[in-house]
């Protein structure tokens, strides 16, 4: 009986620290790949974008888009990759002006939009939404001493920092990804950011445990095309540079997808059934479905 015992555990080692060698953890920090899949580019005039990727590739992953905006008292940080990316950042930035880093806004709280917040010095002022602060206090990372890369400033419907052409304008439009994202727009260089409401052609992460929503999701994208009529260009949040109908066709994307769901709920088909028959990917051309069964049970659960 013993032996038996100590035979499986010994099995159960051997079986942990081979799967420990087949996949191991994620390094804090850049890998090769990932340091040359982040690049700075000119979005436009004083306005600059580190490239993240798609985090479908974990390889080559250091978190969502970040926003690079030189103003004349200093540069403003939109969202800081994964934790250990910092450093990456300021070297990049570096390579574009040599003026400090004076605010971070975070779009949102996941790790990947906030992570390398510790790693700028106490007298850069972080931003946000207060919802997000609220969920940014409950991750492990912003933790006891990690508690100072939490933001000191927040906001509930809109805020504006700087003025004339350093001018930044931060909204909140409602629930989507998550209950806290941030929109923000650049007037003098008519630029959006939209953190991860708009991160890729697919179904959106709906980050249900930090207030996200599906049903809602529509109508929050819709107040911000509602006031990017003095936008050319999107920053968004996984992906490459993207328009304002772009962003419409999003909308109306999201409206079909929670109408099929619901055409599904009400034939009684099951969400895991409802996300295979749903196909949107022949109305709106290079949309993937690799994320819809995720948002479609969220959805599910939501019509409840
Ligand atoms: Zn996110």
Redesign the pocket.
């Known amino acids: 009986m013993k032996r038996a015992l100590v035979l499986s555990v010994l099995i159960a080692v051997g079986g942990l620290s081979l799967a420990a060698y087949q996949q191991p953890p994620q390094p804090a920090g850049p890998t090769p790949g990932a340091l040359a899949a982040t690049k700075i580019e000119k979005v436009k005039d004083n306005l600059y974008m580190i490239t993240g990727s798609d985090p479908t590739d974990r390889s080559l992953f250091s978190g ?1 888009n970040t926003g690079v905006f030189i103003t004349d008292n200093g540069v403003v940080v939109v969202d800081t990759k994964l934790t250990g990316w910092g450093q990456v950042l300021l070297d990049r930035i570096k390579t574009v002006t040599n003026k400090p880093v004076t605010t971070i806004i975070n779009t ?1 709280t ?1 790790g ?2 906030t992570g390398s917040n510790n790693m700028f010095p106490a007298t850069v002022e972080i931003v946000a939404h207060e919802n997000t602060k609220a969920n940014m206090e409950k991750m492990d990372a912003f933790k006891g001493d990690g508690a100072k890369g939490l933001p000191k400033k927040t906001y509930k419907d809109k805020m504006t920092l700087g003025s004339g052409k350093d001018r930044v304008d931060l909204y909140y439009f409602g629930r989507g ?1 998550t209950n806290g994202d941030t929109w923000i727009v650049y007037p003098s260089v008519r630029v959006m950011q939209t953190g ?1 409401m708009f ?1 890729w052609k697919d179904a959106p ?1 709906l980050d249900k445990a930090n207030g996200g929503s599906g049903v809602e999701y529509a109508a929050t994208v819709r107040k911000a095309v509602a006031v990017a009529n003095n936008v050319d260009t999107l920053i968004v ?1 996984h992906s490459p540079l993207r328009t304002v109908p772009e962003l419409k066709e999003y909308a109306q994307y999201m409206d079909d997808l929670v109408a099929a769901v619901k055409q599904a709920k009400a034939a009684g088909k099951s969400a895991a059934d409802a996300a295979a028959s749903i196909d949107l990917m022949t109305k709106y051309k290079g949309y993937k479905k690799e994320r819809q069964t995720g948002a479609v049970q969220v959805i599910y659960d939501e019509l409840k």
């Open positions: 969502g949102h996941h990947d939009h990804h991860d991160a992460l949040g």
